[in-house]
């Protein structure tokens, strides 16, 4: 079993729909979350950063963060087709690397 | 404030062939990792630094792959013999502890 399990998509929605990706995890020592977004032939860029549990919104985002259940979340609201990219959850413990999961390709059609 | 430099962007090989990649981190960034994404994947960690110090590299094949960051700025991972399974895109990233890491744009392998 990988430590982080992250659905593949690919994810296709309309534009201005409500996504939400989910990761689970099996390490209960990670205690930071992020969510990266990668467009194709491009590094990963940070979106979203939360530490422990619980929630947190920057604009059309909002990352979920449910340590009891080892399960978090991305909500993106009002989604455009500049959102098409794969989406990487990644985790760590304390002073640790990150573990990423294998990423979901999301599709927002015009 | 200048991001993660990575080079070259593409490097095209024959297997067998050695091949080595660089990476300049953000400034004052004293944590540096190679990470391995094969198409389709995540990133894998291949080596993590402290400085001058490996703090993780249990995940790098040591017979073919190496790494060393002098000085405890640039680093070099090296691949040598290369084998087709090599081909992926290798991802410099640097932090300030803990967690939030900055990735350069990658430089993509391609083995024959």
């Known amino acids: 079993q990988k430590e982080v399990e992250q659905d593949p998509g690919p994810l296709s929605v309309p534009e201005g729909a409500i996504v939400s990706l989910n990761c689970t995890y099996s390490?209960?020592?990670?205690?930071?979350f992020m969510w990266y977004r990668q467009y194709s032939r491009k590094g990963p860029e940070l979106l979203m950063y939360t530490y422990s549990s619980g929630n947190k919104e920057d604009g059309r985002f909002t990352a979920q963060v449910d340590k009891s259940s080892k399960y978090i979340s991305l909500f993106i609201r009002d989604s455009q087709p500049s959102d098409s990219a794969t989406y990487l959850c990644?985790?760590?413990?304390?002073?640790?690397?990150?573990?990423f999961g294998s990423g979901t390709r999301l599709q927002v059609q015009p | 404030e200048a991001g993660v430099a990575q080079s070259p962007r593409y490097k095209i090989i024959e297997k067998r062939q050695s091949v080595a990649f660089w990476c300049n981190p953000i400034s004052g960034h004293a944590t540096l990792y190679w990470y391995q994404q094969i198409l389709g994947q995540g990133p894998k960690l291949l080596i993590q630094?402290?400085?001058?110090?490996?703090?993780?590299d249990s995940q790098l094949p040591k017979d073919r792959f190496s790494a060393e960051r002098l000085k405890g700025v640039d680093s070099t991972l090296k691949i040598q013999p290369a084998k087709l399974e090599d081909s992926a895109v290798y991802l410099c990233?640097?932090?300030?502890?803990?967690?939030?890491?900055?990735f350069g744009e990658g430089s993509r392998l391609t083995v024959l």
């Open positions: 990233a640097s932090s300030l502890p803990p967690g939030e890491l900055f």
């Open positions: 630094f402290q400085n001058n110090g490996v703090v993780d």
């Open positions: 990644a985790m760590s413990a304390s002073r640790r690397a990150l573990t």
């Open positions: 390490n209960s020592a990670f205690q930071y």
